[in-house]
């Protein structure tokens, strides 16, 4: 049984008269003739793909797990934080290393507009060479 989830996304359309359009489906849906016809009739001069909006997920958390050997009064981590990105179309995900809040900060500032059109792959980057 096969389970991972099909990607989703938009393709959005455009014809010579300035009509735009999107159409939402699995990635691997094929394209039908009607997709390619703007609601006056007219065909699709430009088509662009982009993965589905919502299929990423940016989350922030305390990176306190583990406790310190030296202060049992507390945890390591108790003032960092992790990002973790998750893929919720494919399951994938990744958790940036333990960072301040000073660090971590211009993270998510570049990481905000990435979410609507860049990859897993793209996002990861950025936790991974910063
Ligand atoms: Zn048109």
Same mark, same amino acid.
């Given at each position: ?34 997709? !390619? ?8 001069? !430009? ?11 940016? +989350?922030?958390?305390? #990176? #306190? ?9 507390? !945890? ?11 893929? %919720?179309? !494919? ?6 290393? #333990? ?5 971590? +900060?211009?993270? %998510? ?13 793209? +996002? ?7």
């Amino acid at each position: 049984m096969n389970q991972m989830h099909s990607l989703n996304e938009f393709r959005a359309y455009q014809c010579d008269y300035g009509h735009s359009w999107e159409k939402y489906c699995p990635s691997d849906a094929s394209e039908l003739e009607m997709d !390619t016809r703007c609601p006056e009739g007219h065909d699709a001069v !430009t088509c662009s793909k982009a993965i589905a909006i919502g299929s990423l997920e940016i +989350l922030l958390h305390q #990176a #306190a797990r583990i406790p310190d050997r030296f202060r049992p009064d507390r !945890t390591f981590g108790d003032d960092k934080y992790c990002i973790t990105i998750v893929d %919720i179309n !494919t399951g994938l995900r990744h958790t940036s290393s #333990a960072l301040s809040a000073n660090a971590i +900060l211009p993270l %998510i500032t570049r990481l905000i507009p990435m979410i609507r059109s860049c990859s897993f792959d793209e +996002l990861r980057k950025v936790l991974v060479e910063p």
